[in-house]
């Protein structure tokens, strides 16, 4: 007796390639947000203008990995685990996609924040940007590996992530209103902004974990409505 | 010979109960994103006060609908256009589910900005508001009645709310250098922030409506690297 189509070796080199090549998305993803704190913590326009137009990979894996996923479940009809895998898979293409766009932002305002003096010292800004790339690459081990234990830390960091943005939100609106740099600081506050959604975006990816191995939707439970405030 | 599964009437029921709990969704994130609109306009702190809690609905619905796709991939594994619809439904419905989490950062920024008074007279918001409200019901037009002409048309729309939010920007940080009213004008800020990304997603969904039709994928062809900068 055959086995069934979603059981053939053939499938299951699919899925790993499918991994695999997640992995690579969210490689290129982080090498982005790494290159843009770098650019602005060295002061680096160049390496700024770079991030600018350093998406392509990521855009071209974003299609691929879609066309992918399509035809798998196309091709293979997987069910249960597998078709969660690929459904997660959709996903987690999302939003590393998301996370790259972010990388873009932090690009566009640091080159704008480089044409002032420095507001302050950074510390808590590239703390933010090592916490959510952490989460980001520990995220995608998890759904590889389906390890919900890491799934479960990489949630539980997202809370210091969120409070270290309050933090920077607060020092800066200290600054905006006494010393006139306004510009310059609310350009450190979207770029606070911009690592704290890409740890939403680890979050997420972490859940798409969970979810596969547990089938229990943990979203919506036991969290604060809403994306966070600022 | 009996028609194969995706076939089955039992199988269109489904899907048209699936873009039906779509429409249910997208429904209730649009009301959640006017009734902070109108919080905010006519200054009414429990108008706030209830969109904060009011995205259980929208939870709910976000689960109901994932599970649903999972379904009808695992039972009647849908191919061609059909499979596109479910992918596509997947997707739709999380960024529905983000623009509930923006109408709730309105309604949390909406009850900081009503601790102050004003810092204008509101325009242009509310103009945003509706421009992404107007795009949001299009996109998921589009989506149910394979309309590509529509979708095109949100796509071009996206341009006019990117306009808008750069405006208010501008207008904005000249208050917050001159009248030091930096938290309030800071929040009108986020709120053009938050609406323009909803119109980000209007602009997702419309762009998943025209990939079923012509199973062109659109993304990242002809558009800025990157989210919005600011």
Redesign the interface.
Known sequence: MDAPPNLTPHFHDEMAHLKARLLVMAGAAEEQVRDAMRALVDRDHAMAERV??G??AI??L??EI??R??QL??LH?P??TD??VV?SA??IN?DLE?V??????I???TLRYLEHPSVKPLVDIPRMADIAQGMLRDALDAYVRQDTVLAQNVLDRDDSLDGLKDQVFRDL?GF??SN?M??PA?DL??ISRHLERIGDHATNIAEEAIFIVSGL?I??HGRE??????
């Open positions: 600018l137009t998406d392509e855009n071209q974003h299609i879609d066309e996923c399509f479940l196309a009809q069910v249960a078709l969660r459904v959709v996903k999302s998301r790259g766009d972010f990388a873009i932002n690009g566009e305002a609106l905006m209103c006139k306004t510009q609310l506050l979207l939707d979203r919506h409505g809403g994306a966070p405030t600022v």
